[in-house]
């Protein structure tokens, strides 16, 4: 469920891509945050802060902030992965809901490296909390990359954050863990090892695959192939739709794909449900601080007929802010 891939050399600029795969639709806007925006950590609202850059995020249910860039070039992108232990909460430690967790990167930092020394610093607990939509607690890691090319992958091990940083880790996608992911990879054919790569819709697999196909890319002539090429990687990797398996009716599908220029700060969306192409341009945004938050309705602007399509730049509309997932929310059984 989910892939991440970075192209951090494609003529110049830092290229991402990622899939969305769930079973179920996330109902996902996008949502433009103006600098300025005071929020809090979800869980206790011990740690607080303003948001000193803007980003363009999509959501999950407009609750969770799961993918997005901010005004900096940093970009972040939150994915499942089912071995993930966040311990018990403990309130005397730093503490992120985990629908802040991706936000709080976004408003508060402009490289990955600044984001890793805060979490070596801090020490910050991720809390989990429940699906809204009554499923399974989300088991999720965080990719974070940036406009230099630096790249982390942030997961949590007996409740402490273990953080993989460097620029060579370009792919990530689920189950099992990184380091195993890294050793798993090294064993297929012009990866270091020897084993044909590998077709499956498996997390491993599909990191293999990806790491392949990103490595083979050929320097692109332009913003518009770059993002081409990105495309055909991550459609290389999506989870087709189909029947589940027996024993496996949470199967998931590939509901939108995301590629963003990090450098020129390009953010192109796909829905694979919905299927028109849009993109924002973040030089046509006003992230000011007197600017009002707005939202781009995917869930109902994205169709087919009459629908939007190219740039959407302008087509945020203010008048609602994006409220992210309190535990205060759910215990009054939003």
């Known amino acids: 469920m989910c892939t991440r891939v970075v192209w951090p050399a494609a003529n110049g600029a830092v ?21 300025g925006i005071t929020r ?57 809901s985990q629908a802040a967790w991706l936000q709080y990167f976004l408003d508060n930092f402009s490289s990955v490296a600044e984001a890793v020394d805060w979490i070596e610093k801090s020490g910050v607990q991720v809390v989990q909390m429940d699906d809204p939509t009554g499923g399974n607690p989300p088991a999720i890691h965080l990719a974070l990359d940036d406009a230099k090319g630096d790249s982390c992958i942030i997961e949590y091990s007996s409740g402490q954050p273990v953080v993989y940083h460097s620029r060579e880790y370009r792919v990530m996608t689920n189950s099992p863990t990184y380091d195993q992911q890294l050793a798993l990879a090294r064993t297929f054919s012009g990866l270091g090892g020897e084993q044909p790569l590998p077709g499956s819709t498996q997390a491993s697999d599909r990191f293999a695959r990806a790491s392949y196909y990103v490595s083979r890319l050929s320097q692109p002539a332009s913003q518009i192939e770059a993002i081409a090429a990105m495309f055909s990687v991550m459609r290389n990797a999506a989870q087709p739709f189909r029947i589940p398996d027996p024993g496996k009716p ?51 602007d994205l169709t087919l007929e009459n629908g939007i399509a190219g740039n959407v730049s302008s087509h945020f509309q203010q008048g609602e802010d994006l409220k992210l997932l309190t535990l205060d929310m759910m215990k009054q059984g939003h």
């Open 15 to 35: 290229i991402v891509g990622r899939n969305m795969d769930f079973h179920k639709d996330l109902m996902t806007n996008l949502w433009m945050q103006p600098r």
């Open 40 to 96: 809090n950590d979800g869980v206790n609202g011990d740690l607080t802060w303003t948001s000193r850059y803007g980003s363009v995020v999509a959501t999950a249910f407009d609750l969770i902030s799961v993918d997005g860039m901010n005004e900096a070039g940093l970009a972040g992108h939150i994915l499942w992965l089912a071995e993930s232990d966040y311990g018990a909460p403990d309130s005397s430690r730093t503490q992120l």
């Open 250 to 300: 949470d199967a998931s599908q590939t509901l939108w794909q995301v590629v963003m220029d990090l450098t020129q700060r390009r953010y192109v969306f796909e829905s694979t449900t919905r299927p028109n192409i849009v993109w924002v341009n973040f030089d046509e945004l006003d992230f000011s601080s007197s600017s009002p938050q707005a939202k781009l309705n995917l869930v109902n």
